[in-house]
């Protein structure tokens, strides 16, 4: 089982990104699924996860400015994020585990290797 992110980069205040994981080994339709971030001194924080039913759950600081989907056909997480700032930079993990009630806690079974998204 592998996840690898993408889509990471720099980007103005006020722009957009999408950043997309894929997995390889098994299917997303059986997982719930999430991403997260982290900035060089402070704690991992979950961002948003959805579950194989499709529900969705968001952070505070990403509500109403980001997209969590899943593209089944294809096995790839998106995570759509709009109006960055600059609070909005970290690395950006993707993660998985079939435990979804454990997920918002970052209790995830996988995890990527991360993909910097840069806010200037």
């Known amino acids: 089982v592998q996840l690898v992110e993408s889509g990471g980069g720099s980007v103005q205040a006020g722009g957009s990104l999408r950043l997309s994981c894929a997995a390889s080994g098994y299917t997303y339709s059986s997982y719930c699924m999430g991403w997260f971030r982290q900035s060089p001194g402070k704690e991992r924080e979950a961002v948003a996860t959805i579950e194989s039913d499709g529900v969705t759950k968001y952070s505070d600081s990403v509500k109403g400015r980001a997209t969590i989907s899943v593209d089944n056909a294809k096995n790839t997480l998106y995570l759509q994020m709009y109006s960055l700032v600059p609070e909005d930079t970290a690395m950006y993990y993707c993660?998985?585990?079939?435990?979804?009630?454990?997920?918002?806690?970052?209790?995830?079974?996988?995890w990527g290797q991360g993909t910097q998204v840069t806010v200037s």
């Open positions: 993660a998985g585990t079939f435990l979804c009630h454990q997920l918002w806690d970052g209790n995830a079974d996988r």
